[in-house]
């Protein structure tokens, strides 16, 4: 008997049922060791060691494995067809042979791009080494992601409060987001008009054409400026007779284009489907992993991650074959289609994505699938279809013109085209070539050469130049694959960590930065302005792939560049605050001071007139705030909103108490809006709720915060009343000590009593279970601290939250607790820590980042970031 390891449990199961009781199948649920998230993991100063680390899960994971593996004749590494699947294969060999349960046993790796009985049985008969190579570009890569993490996110965390982390191909992403919303703003509107004459053949069909060429001077889309323009070119068509100078109808051809990559299924899953990158993965692992079709368990497309274009010959003669039978023999060129890849790496431009069995129709299968798979399988299915098929024969038309009167005369062109053979559309369109269906299927009519036109209406319409879109998903993918940024694996991943760390927010699609992330693009772009260049991050990617083609040495390009990034670093460590603030104050004036409408200087303090506003950084990130501090205590948000261009946000009334006769201002503090009754220490305050706008604040929903807690009712067995209220860790309601969590701030105007009564109970419930005196137990152990200790998820009064040792901080809400990772854990635990200034984090970091000694000690002065040791590597 053989074993044979997978990455999932669902191919494990599928696998099996394929091989028969000659082998045992395994999962190893993907990576089962990885880089330690602490200081020393990878180290350069010997020669780029590397320290893997276990976890718990894992280490039973691979334990049975080598258990299995001792009494069986040998072993086979079967995971993914990528650099990826690679690097797992050679980390559950090497804890294989830690553990001593190779010895002599034959080791062979196989590789298949579709989980089929034929496809994992052709991969049987033809093992492999582990590819060398590519677990070196693997290495290199983790070792670029850790080193660039762990070194350049305490340097935020120092001179920037409020930022998350940088990465490797995540600053770059930003930037490009970033950028983007710079370009906008910048962007000025410009006037134009557009002139259409609604013209009539003498056969009576009608037809439009616009205007080209005005007073023997040809028109460019600006030409016309202003509607004085306008209306005098609609006067002279007005008048004029019209002729038509020529008609050409030239036959055109479209051809399909090749079946989808990883970025191009992407970019089509936004535009068609509204998925993100990171659901269309997740449902496409499911398409390929395999699902139950009547009885049997089948992947239904190869495999997703890859950058090629091209199908193996065998499928190529499957899809003709479906053409044939669902479309018709006129469908099917005389010789198959073959495209060329654009990847840059040999060794990862595995076969494009398709069907594994072009006969296996989406209708056919509609039946087995959810919605979401369902949906991706037909694209996938009808663009692989799509792509051996006959192009499309257009026919285009073109009609030139001439308007005369008297001396003066216009040009305008009337264009159409008709499908004279649909061809490959029958199948599949570009999602562009869809929005263009109006002018594709508009057809003309008959119109002679020569021949007078007669002049229906002339109609000038007025237009302004637009700004660049924002990115979607889809369209930054694009471009992150036009620069070479990132690899398809990465896409995913890199966009979501932009959203997690609220860099980024999406809003109907489109990426808008947020202040955060707008702060770290200028500190980085101002400090560390090669690291995050487009050339430089491409050229890198490069040196990987050469890696991973066996062309260059993996530690040669660590040390290449570590010796400048690390001397780069070195030099920002004497970087006072001032000196970032400065920077940041330039590069993002006209994001923090935006113009004012009298024209006067928006660095001047609106409140006192004499101070200048600038920066400042507080534990809560950026805001704006007087130099005249502590005498004028002006400040304002920072980018409250993304998207957001500042503004003076002065105080505004929004009426009376009824009962006090008190004012009710809305105000803006570096913590955010709020609203206020009152002056002086005895003001009652409270802030907006998330998901609050200021612009929809009124006299109403002030009264009903400030009127918070609320009482519901009475407890039904105590008689203590329940109330509900608005707090730190957001909406809850409370009885005797206990709080319950509700899920929105609405549901704390209108819980009931019942409801009220059952969310007590169940939370008493819970801690009942536990034990009343015991802390609550562990959901997830997450490993160590870098400072030592075990870190742990656990779920509290307050909801779930992360432990280490005396330090517990919130999870996000929102945020599946069974989710986090130590990554996701450790940024979180020194936030706390140093709000808190508790005895393992708060000191600590404090030193760390040099923050002075507290001038009383009622009053702790304010701390700075983490230690290097606690920050985290991503790509």
């Known amino acids: 008997m053989d074993v044979v390891v997978v990455e999932s449990p669902a191919k494990a199961k599928t696998i099996n049922k394929y091989l028969g009781r000659g082998y045992k199948v395994l999962a190893s649920f ?49 995971t993914d067809p990528d650099r990826e699947g690679e690097a797992i294969s050679w980390h559950v060999l090497e804890v294989l042979r830690a553990k001593r349960a190779i010895k002599d046993k034959p080791v062979s790796r196989v590789v298949f791009n579709a989980i089929t009985k034929q496809a994992v049985l052709d991969a049987m008969a033809h093992p492999r080494d582990i590819d060398a190579p590519l677990v070196d570009a693997y290495l290199a890569r983790r070792a670029l992601d850790y080193l660039v993490g762990f070194t350049l996110s305490p340097v935020l965390w120092r001179k920037l409060p409020g930022a998350r ?8 992403a930003l930037r490009l987001v970033c950028d983007r919303e710079a370009e906008i703003e910048r962007f000025v509107r410009e006037e134009y008009w557009n002139v259409v004459a609604a013209l009539g053949t003498p056969r009576n069909d009608s037809f439009e054409a616009r205007l080209t060429a005005f007073d023997g001077k040809k028109l460019q889309k600006l030409d016309i400026k202003n509607k004085g323009q306008a209306d005098d070119i609609v006067a002279m068509l007005n008048g004029a007779t019209f002729r038509a100078l020529s008609v050409e109808a030239k036959p055109t051809k479209r051809n399909p284009g090749p079946p989808f990559t990883t970025s191009t299924l992407q970019q089509a899953a936004s535009s068609r489907l509204g998925f993100s990158a990171d659901r269309t993965m997740k449902v496409a692992q499911r398409l390929y992993e395999g699902v139950d079709i009547g009885g049997e368990t089948a992947g239904l497309i190869t495999y997703m991650r890859t950058d090629g274009v091209q199908m193996a010959p065998e499928a190529i003669e499957a899809a003709r074959g479906a053409i044939s039978k669902e479309f018709g023999a006129n469908y099917l060129p005389e010789k198959p289609r073959f495209y060329s890849t654009k990847a840059k790496n040999a060794q990862e431009a595995h076969e494009a994505i398709r069907p594994t069995d072009f006969f296996r129709t989406p209708a056919s299968v509609k039946a087995y699938l959810d919605a979401d798979q369902f949906r991706l399988y037909d694209m996938v ?24 009167n008297g001396q003066r005369t216009a040009g305008l062109r009337a264009t159409g085209q008709v499908i004279r053979f649909d061809g490959f559309i029958a199948a599949y369109t570009d999602q562009k070539e869809d929005d263009q269906e109006d002018e594709d299927n508009r057809r003309l009519p008959e119109i002679r050469e020569g021949e007078t036109l007669k002049r229906e209406s ?11 879109p924002r990115y979607t998903e889809a369209t930054l993918i694009k471009k992150m694959e036009e620069l070479g940024i990132g690899r398809p694996s ?24 947020h202040s955060r992330g707008r702060l770290v693009t200028a ?24 890696i991973s083609a066996g062309e260059m040495d993996w530690k040669d390009v660590l040390r290449d560049f570590w010796r400048d990034f690390s001397a780069h670093v070195d030099e920002t460590k004497e970087l006072r605050v001032s000196d970032v603030l400065n920077a940041l104050n330039e590069d993002l004036a006209p994001l923090v001071f935006p113009a004012r409408e009298d024209g006067s200087n928006p660095r001047v303090c609106p409140k006192c007139g004499t101070g200048n506003l600038s920066l400042k950084l507080g534990r809560n990130g950026a805001f704006v705030g007087c130099s005249n501090y502590p005498e004028c205590n002006y400040t304002r948000q920072f980018g409250a909103e993304a998207g957001e261009n500042g503004g003076e946000n002065e105080d505004r009334p929004l009426g009376k108490d009824p009962y006090t006769a008190e004012e009710i201002v809305l105000k803006s503090g570096r913590f955010g809006p709020y609203v206020q009754r009152g002056d002086g220490k005895e003001a009652k305050r409270s802030s907006l709720p998330k998901g609050w706008k200021v612009e929809d604040m009124d006299h109403e929903k002030a009264l009903a915060l400030l009127a918070l807690p609320r009482d519901v009712g009475q407890h039904p067995e105590s008689g203590k009343m329940i109330s509900a209220g608005l707090g730190r860790y957001g909406p809850f309601v409370h009885h005797d000590g206990t709080y319950a969590n509700v899920e929105s701030i609405e549901d704390v105007f209108s819980i009931g009593l019942n409801r009220a009564v059952s969310l007590i109970a169940e939370k008493k419930n819970r801690f009942a279970d536990r034990g009343s005196r015991s802390a609550p137990a562990a959901l997830k152990e997450l490993g160590d601290h870098p400072d030592g200790g075990k870190v742990t998820v656990r779920d509290g009064r307050y909801g779930p939250y992360v432990n280490w040792e005396k330090v517990n901080a919130n999870i996000p809400k929102g945020t599946d607790p069974m989710s986090v990772t130590l990554e996701m854990a450790l940024p979180l635990i020194a936030a706390r820590a140093e709000a808190a200034g508790s005895k393992k984090g708060g000191r600590k970091t404090a030193k760390a980042a040099g923050a002075k000694k507290p001038a009383a000690k009622k009053k702790a002065a304010p701390k700075k970031a983490p230690t290097k040791k606690s920050a985290k590597a991503e790509d």
Not at 385 to 396: G, H, K, L
């Open 381 to 404: 299915w009808k663009r692989a279809i799509a792509s051996q098929m006959n192009p499309a024969d257009i026919e285009r038309t073109t009609a030139e013109i001439e308007a005369r």
């Open 490 to 513: 990465t896409y995913a991943a890199t966009l979501k960590t932009l959203e997690d760390r609220e860099y980024v927010t999406i809003d109907k699609r489109r990426l808008i930065p």
């Open 30 to 78: 993907g990576h089962v060791r990885d880089l330690p998230a602490k200081d020393g993991s990878v180290r350069p100063d010997e020669d780029f060691a590397m320290s893997w680390a276990v976890d718990t899960a894992s280490a039973k994971r691979l334990s049975d494995i080598a258990s299995a593996v001792k009494d069986a004749d040998g072993l086979i590494l079967a």
């Open 523 to 546: 500190f980085l772009e101002s400090f560390f302005d090669k690291y995050v260049e487009y050339d430089f991050t491409a050229a890198l990617e490069e040196k990987l792939d050469r």
């Open 165 to 172: 982390s940088a990465g490797r191909v995540q600053s770059v």
């Open 458 to 468: 002339v109609t000038a319409t007025q237009h302004s130049t637009e700004p660049p």
